[in-house]
């Protein structure tokens, strides 16, 4: 099986834009994150304590959101971005994601950045994370570091 | 006893104890996150243990915040952060979170915290900063 060609910074345009496909967060989803995180708040462990908060019920991690929507993304571009490094991401958490839901991620290229460098550029995708009722529960920028065609 | 918006302060920080990022811990996030990109370890330079995925370093940040020495303030929603990247880690690195109360706002039924992170290898290297913005419960009134 041959590698899928990459994006390099001369290929990614301004307006591109992708969709994911959906996942549907499972309770499972949740337990393993706590333990990987180390985040057992009671927010996303306590059910009982959970039936008399505001969401009714234990919600996801945010972080939980964050990193499934960051294997949709991978999922959703064919052909992977020639990425140098991931320098950063500015992230807004807009609503709750409950067990059962499902949520698909949509990006679009923003900006596109020369540096002094003449191998790289960078590139900011903007991300919305929709859940089935096509709310934004979650929402951000990354900013990627994108290496140029020799 | 539970900790409330009120009883934070600004300057209020700790450092964590460390975490050890093994191998396992990115087969575990690969497995949830569903992003496989981090799982050819021979992808790397030669010589060098493998690289850790970066969202899974501010994901061990969260939880090493709660390994404070008091109890955790009644945290309501992780509203907003920021991350800036500043070095690679590796597998075997041993990383601890600073954190700090750099500003606290009060609302109607909650107040809004915002903490300074940074995460520490041991090196002492920042490989990682953040900003968390977090809802916090206020005391409940007698």
Redesign the interface.
């Known amino acids: 099986m041959s590698e899928p060609s990459r994006q390099y910074f001369e290929d990614i345009q301004v307006g591109d834009e992708y969709l994911s496909p959906g996942?549907t967060i499972t309770e499972a989803?949740i337990v393993?994150?706590a333990?990987?995180?180390?985040?057992?708040?009671v927010?996303h462990t306590d059910a009982e304590f959970m039936k008399s908060s505001i969401f009714g019920e234990r919600i996801a991690?945010?972080?939980?959101g964050?990193?499934?929507s960051?294997?949709?993304?991978?999922?959703a571009v064919a052909r992977?971005f020639a990425t140098l490094?991931?320098?950063?991401?500015?992230?807004?958490?807009k609503g709750p994601i409950k067990i059962g839901d499902t949520i698909k991620v949509r990006m679009k290229v923003t900006v596109k950045k020369e540096t002094s460098k003449p191998d790289r550029g960078i590139v900011t995708v903007q991300r919305a994370v929709l859940n089935q009722r096509g709310e934004l529960v979650q929402e951000g920028d990354t900013e990627l570091m994108i290496e140029r065609r020799k | 006893m539970p900790r409330y918006f009120e009883d934070l302060e600004v300057g209020d920080g700790f450092e964590s104890p460390g975490?050890t990022i093994t191998e396992a811990?990115v087969v575990?996030?690969a497995?949830?996150?569903?992003?496989?990109?981090a799982l050819d370890f021979t992808a790397g330079e030669a010589g060098l243990l493998p690289l850790v995925p970066?969202?899974l370093i501010?994901?061990?940040s969260?939880?090493?915040?709660?390994?404070a020495p008091a109890e955790?303030p009644q945290?309501l929603?992780?509203?907003?952060?920021?991350?800036?990247?500043r070095l690679p880690v590796r597998v075997g690195d041993t990383v601890r979170c600073r954190i700090r109360v750099a500003g606290k706002r009060p609302m109607k039924d909650a107040g809004v915290i915002v903490e300074q992170r940074q995460m520490v290898n041991q090196r002492g290297d920042v490989v990682q900063e953040a900003e968390y913005k977090l809802l916090v419960a206020r005391r409940p009134r007698e």
């Open positions: 996942r989803d393993a994150f333990g990987l995180s180390g985040d057992y708040n927010l991690h945010g972080l939980l964050l990193s499934i960051s294997g949709l993304g991978a999922r992977p490094a991931f320098l950063g991401l500015r992230w807004r958490f | 975490r811990d575990s996030f497995a949830i996150s569903g992003d496989q990109e970066e969202l501010m994901i061990m969260s939880g090493l915040g709660f390994r955790m945290v929603a992780f509203m907003v952060f920021d991350l800036y990247i």
